[in-house]
């Protein structure tokens, strides 16, 4: 499926998972799986991000 035939909610959750992607990148206490309010902030951003994607996802699912 290209990005074009993406629905917003499939898209957000495809932005939100690379941003997620990127802060792990950058942060030590994510990649020591410390507590990190922001890393946090990302998988609650997924994980309702995903959801919506689920929910709008058409009679096919
Ligand atoms: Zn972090």
Known sequence: MSVAEM?????RARTTYALLLDHLDACPPCQAFADCP???RFRRALRAAR????TAGGPDE
């Open 7 to 11: 629905s917003v909610e499939e898209r």
């Open 38 to 40: 922001e890393g946090a």
């Open 51 to 54: 959801a919506a994607a689920r």
